[in-house]
C-alpha cells in the first residue's frame, strides 16, 4: 500500500498492554500508521543484578535489528529502565539503533524527558507499579535533571506480569492522589500500566497535565515519522504539543 507509515517498537516479552493500547491509539489513522512490534525478555523489575541485566545492550539491539526488516520510520524502546538504570543508557541506545539501522529511535523515558523540557516542567507528580527502592533511584535521576518529584505513588510490585493485572479504578485513585499536591505535570511511568486511556478525562477533572509512558512514545515516533499529532487530541494534551522536531 503506498503511503504507509510504520513504527517499530520493542516491546518487554511480558507486557500485555503497550501493543492493545498502541493499536488503539493509533486506530484512526488505520491504514496510513501502523505499529509492529519486537520482543526482548523481561520478567522482573528490581535492583538485583539479574533484574538488571535484562536490560543490556545485545538483547534489545537484536530486536531492534528484526523491527528494521520491517523499514520502520521509527523505532522506539516502549520501556522505562532508564528512569531507573539512567538516562544515559537509553542515550546510548537510541545512538545503537541510529548507528546500526539508519533509522532514527526513541525511547518512552526520552519521550517524557522531552515533554518535560518542552512544557518547562520541574514539579512532577509520580505514579508507578514499582518497588520503593526503584521507586527512591527514579525520584533521583529526576532530580539530577533540575526536576523534583513533589508526590508519588508506587504499588510495591516486582512482577512485571502483574503490573497490567492493577484495574481502572486503582489506578485512577493513585493519579488522584499524586494530583492533589498540584504538581506541574503528572508522569504514569510504567508501559504495563492500563491508564493511555484514563489521561484525557482524569486531565479535564485535575486540570493537569498527565503524561503516560505509552502515550508519550507513540507522540515522539509519530514526530519522527513527520505525522501530525493532533488526530489523536481525544488521547490527552500532550498530543496537541507544539514541538521542536530537532530535539531528542
Not at 526482548?40 to 523489575?45: N, Y
Not at 527514579?138 to 535533571?145: A, E, G, H, T
Not at 478525562?201 to 514526530?223: F, G, H, Q
Not at 487530541?233 to 530535539?247: Q, R
Request: glycine share 6%; net charge negative.
Amino acid at each position: 500500500m503506498p503511503g504507509r507509515t510504520l513504527l517499530g517498537m520493542i516491546t518487554p516479552s511480558s507486557n500485555t498492554v503497550l501493543e492493545p493500547l498502541t493499536g488503539l491509539m493509533l486506530a484512526d489513522l488505520y491504514p496510513g500508521v501502523t505499529a509492529h512490534f519486537s520482543r526482548f525478555r523481561v520478567t522482573e523489575i528490581s535492583l538485583e543484578q539479574a533484574a538488571l541485566d535484562q536490560f543490556d545492550l545485545a538483547p534489545i539491539m537484536s530486536a531492534a535489528e528484526l523491527l528494521a526488516d520491517a523499514m520502520p520510520a521509527s523505532i522506539a524502546w516502549n520501556g522505562t529502565s532508564a528512569s531507573w538504570l539512567g538516562f544515559d543508557r537509553d542515550e546510548q541506545l537510541c545512538r545503537e539503533i541510529e548507528n546500526q539501522t539508519g533509522i532514527p529511535a526513541v525511547t518512552s523515558v526520552l519521550a517524557i524527558n522531552e515533554i518535560l523540557t518542552v512544557r518547562g516542567v520541574t514539579r512532577i507528580g509520580l505514579v508507578t507499579p514499582y518497588t520503593s527502592d526503584v521507586q527512591q533511584r527514579i525520584v533521583r535521576n529526576y532530580r539530577s535533571l533540575g526536576i523534583d518529584c513533589i508526590a508519588d505513588a508506587h504499588f510495591g510490585e516486582r512482577n512485571n506480569f502483574a503490573f497490567a493485572e492493577f484495574g481502572e479504578p486503582y489506578l485512577e485513585q493513585r493519579i488522584r492522589e499524586v494530583a492533589a499536591s498540584k504538581p506541574q505535570a503528572v508522569i504514569v511511568l510504567c508501559t504495563n500500566l492500563r491508564a493511555a486511556q484514563l489521561v484525557s478525562r482524569l486531565e479535564l477533572e485535575t486540570n493537569i497535565p498527565i503524561y503516560d509512558s505509552i502515550a508519550a512514545v507513540v507522540w515522539k515516533a509519530l514526530i519522527q515519522a513527520g505525522i501530525e499529532t493532533d488526530t489523536l487530541a481525544n488521547w490527552g494534551s500532550l498530543f496537541s504539543l507544539k514541538h521542536d522536531g530537532d530535539m531528542q
